[in-house]
């Protein structure tokens, strides 16, 4: 039977993991930072049956009884770790630098860069990818925080790169959760194999090739719709960038 993560531990002090001396440790922002970054390497290295506030106290070499004072416990260190952009990209990181240039793109040419720009931020989040494999055999606590600010980002994602097409055509949520889905497959399927169905997943010339196939498949969905919804979206940024 397995063990579930210990998501409720009490804010003892652990005794021998006291906070960093000096200017750093003094640095609330710092030692944040510090906490944050313990989370990725304590579930890269253990998983998610490991991740409790000792594991990730120790792996920050700061007393436990700061992640309740700075983060209030296990759960919401969690969401601020999926927030963070460590583990899954921002909008900010999806649209880029000058975001009303992506906005006042046609719709097709939004579509097809969120899915460049997703792949490629995707691949250079190897944890991202153990996760998501993990995610398929356990689901518990600390899964289930992830996944709620997955879906909440899909929702800005959608506004930001769709507007309101998707209110006019329904069925392209459900075409866009498939070839979401499908890029998070390959890359999963990419820890163990190299080569599916003729592409070479280990390359950035075999994911040019499915990113080639993506640009297309906007075109052919979305040409005709031309530039309806670059206002709405433009109006979906400001909202998003409120609440973040």
């Known amino acids: ?9 009490g804010p003892r002090s652990a005794g021998h993991a006291a906070e960093p001396a000096g200017g750093r440790g003094r640095d609330r922002a710092a030692t944040e930072e510090r906490i944050l970054a313990a989370v990725g390497k304590v579930l ?3 998983g998610f049956r490991a991740v409790g506030v000792n594991a990730i106290a120790r792996e920050a070499g700061i007393d436990k009884v700061l992640i309740y004072r700075y983060f209030g416990g296990l759960p919401d260190l969690l969401r601020r770790w999926g927030a963070s952009g460590r583990f899954w990209p921002t ?3 999806l649209l880029g630098r000058d975001v009303t240039a992506v906005l006042e793109l046609p719709v097709e040419a939004r579509y097809a860069l969120f899915f460049d720009r997703f792949i490629d931020a995707l691949r250079a989040r190897p944890l991202t990818i153990e996760i998501l494999a993990a995610e398929i055999v356990e689901r518990n606590e600390l899964t289930a925080i992830l996944e709620a600010e997955r879906e909440e980002w899909g929702g800005r994602i959608e506004m930001l790169f769709g507007g309101e097409v998707f209110r006019s055509r329904p069925e392209l949520r459900g075409i866009t959760l498939l070839l979401v889905a499908g890029v998070q497959y390959l890359l999963v399927r990419a820890r163990n194999i190299r080569v599916f169905g003729g592409i070479d997943l280990h390359s ?3 994911w040019a090739a499915l990113k080639a196939s993506l640009n297309a498949a906007s075109r052919s969905l979305l040409a005709p719709l031309g530039t309806q919804s670059a206002k709405p979206a433009a109006a979906a940024s400001k909202s998003a960038r409120r609440r973040r």
């Open 1 to 9: 039977m397995s063990r579930r993560p210990a998501v409720a531990e």
């Open 44 to 46: 890269a290295r253990d």
């Open 91 to 93: 909008a900010d990181e």
């Open 204 to 206: 950035d010339a075999g």
